[in-house]
């Protein structure tokens, strides 16, 4: 998969101009985490990842049943991908935590929706390995990712 940051992304502005219950925008942003799969009521399996239009914008992406199945193995971080039939919903406010920076709707996968893999994000090397000191005092009011 090539290494590429010339794809177009979805701005902001069309980000910001979806309607809840929309399944026509297409959508494209790259993988920024995973949560991978959890089995929820009933025994459902559920796969949640947050995309990153690189400007601002990240939504949770769910997918259920075979569709989480079908695309765990197939996602990345930093993958760029194409999300054509997605249906926005309103986020239920028992899930939805601001500290994580995520807009108020989701995208959930359904049978009719379509997943494409364009390439890789290219994230700058220095944003990948800042590093910040602390002290054991203060590490609670330090904000960044964890790394793996």
Known sequence: ?????????????????VDVGDNTMEIIAYVDSIEGIKYVSKNKALL???INNGTGRRIRVL?????AKSYENKLSIHQIIHIQRGLF???NPNYFRKEENLIPFEISLTKNSKVDFLGKYATE???MCKVVSTTIKDCASIEGKLSK
Request: net charge negative; charged share 30%; aromatic share 6%.
């Open 125 to 127: 090397a220095r944003e």
């Open 63 to 67: 997918a259920w049943e075979e569709n």
């Open 1 to 17: 998969m090539a290494e590429s940051t010339a794809i177009p992304m979805t701005t902001n502005e069309e980000i910001d101009a």
């Open 89 to 91: 919903l309103r986020v």
């Open 48 to 50: 949640k990842f947050i």
